[in-house]
């Protein structure tokens, strides 16, 4: 191997990298399962008592996109100077601490700012985690690798299992600020069990590398990278917008619940079996079935407010949402050198945070319309069916072979 980019010795003793990946995933499910997704639990609550509208309280989450845009670009310099094991730690101590700050105040404009930083240290985390994992699976098979991306990336259905079930408990015992202590207090267990994984990883040196050789060649993503962001925009408004239509339709807390754990519980199992199915397709066409199955999950609610339609929504919808991100990195993985492939999630995960930057507004000025939630739910649909659209084109522009 060259010596600019051999890998650093891992500071802790050896572990099997199922094991790795296992402790990897609690960074995903902290940033994105607690910190991120959770606040569609918190939102009614927050809307009721401070009396937002339905487009301030897309502002948040449109908040937490920018950051997370802001933080994908980041990750390149960051890793350059601190190394990937020490900024995904650190990360998660950041977005532990805005969350755990949210309960502190009702200032539309501090929790915009506490939603920025929380996407920032969110987006880090999340794509160095990524680099991670794919340097633990480095030395196994193409199938092995893919399998070691589809435990991490089921990371934020863990975080969205835990906070289903611990949330809506937390506002029956409270209000709004105590599901945020909860969700808080959540980020730091998850801190703490990543803490050895994120050491036992023998992560690559690129502080040696010239710094062209971290600039992935971006056309064989060309195609990947459009249906990335509007899938992006499209996944972002049902995951902020759902749990308000389901309680605007009459959902008490227990459905609510069972909603929500559901959701998570699906998502973080299906990210495992697409994979197989994943591996003896073509990317292009993968991608096309997965975002058929998430099409179909979000335009339930819309076309149906019953109990029933929002149990299939969550088993569909979760059954394809991580598994997007699971086969746009396992592409990357494969089109790219490995010193290349931290800084090429980050570029698709850039270009995954505009289209969150656009889909929480988009999705809550319609909410405010004649028209209500159930209209920013459709806009969302919408963008999913496009990126879906989008998706067969990866084969045309460079990209070939299977996901995995």
């Known amino acids: 191997m060259d010596r600019r980019h051999r890998a650093r010795e891992p500071s802790g003793p050896q572990v099997s990298s199922i094991v790795v990946a296992l402790g990897l995933l609690l960074g995903p499910a902290e940033v994105l399962g607690l910190a991120r997704f959770a606040y569609a639990l918190v939102l009614p609550a927050m809307r009721r008592e401070l009396h937002w509208s339905f487009t301030a309280a897309g502002s948040l989450n449109t908040a937490n996109a920018v950051g997370y845009l802001a933080g994908a670009l980041l990750v390149p310099t960051a890793v350059r ?3 990937e094991r020490r900024w995904f730690l650190l990360s998660m101590v950041i977005t532990a601490v805005a969350v755990l700050a949210s309960a502190a105040t009702g200032s539309l404009t501090v929790l915009l700012v506490l939603r920025v930083v929380s996407g920032v240290s969110g987006a880090i985390c999340f794509v160095i985690g990524g680099g991670l994992t794919a340097q633990a699976g480095r030395e196994g098979s193409r199938r092995q690798a893919t399998l070691l991306l589809a435990v991490y990336f089921a990371g934020p259905g863990v975080g969205i299992v835990l906070s289903g079930l611990v949330v809506p ?16 207090l959540l980020c730091f267990l998850c801190l703490a069990g990543a803490w050895p994984a994120a050491r036992a990883v023998p992560e690559t040196d690129l502080s040696a590398a010239p710094s062209r050789s971290g600039r992935p060649r971006l056309r064989p993503l060309g195609a990947l990278l459009v249906c990335y962001g509007l899938f992006g925009a499209g996944y ?41 199915v994943l591996a003896v397709l073509r990317v292009g066409v993968g991608l096309f079935l ?24 969550a088993v569909l919808f979760g059954a394809a949402f991580l598994t997007v991100v699971t086969a746009m990195t ?39 319309q004649p028209g209500g939630v159930r209209l920013g739910l459709l806009a969302g649909a919408v963008l999913l069916g496009a990126a879906a ?15 995995g």
């Open 81 to 83: 100077h601190g190394g």
């Open 169 to 184: 408990s937390a506002l029956d015992a409270g209000n709004w600020k105590t599901a945020w202590v909860v969700l808080g």
């Open 236 to 276: 972002i408004a049902y995951m902020t917008f759902v749990v308000a239509a389901l309680t605007k339709a009459g959902a008490g807390a227990t459905e609510v619940t069972v909603f929500w754990v559901v959701l998570g519980a699906t998502s973080a199992v299906a990210a495992l079996v697409w994979g197989r």
């Open 290 to 313: 997965v975002l058929l199955v998430l099409v179909a999950g979000a335009i339930l609610p819309v076309l149906d407010t019953g109990s029933a339609a929002a149990m299939a929504s």
């Open 330 to 368: 396992a592409a990357a993985r494969r089109a790219l050198p490995a010193h290349q492939w931290t800084t090429a999630f980050a570029v698709l995960t850039a270009t995954f945070a505009l289209g969150q930057c656009a889909g929480p507004v988009l999705s809550g000025v319609l909410s405010d």
């Open 389 to 403: 659209v989008v998706a067969p084109f990866h084969e045309l522009v460079g990209g070939s072979g299977t996901s």
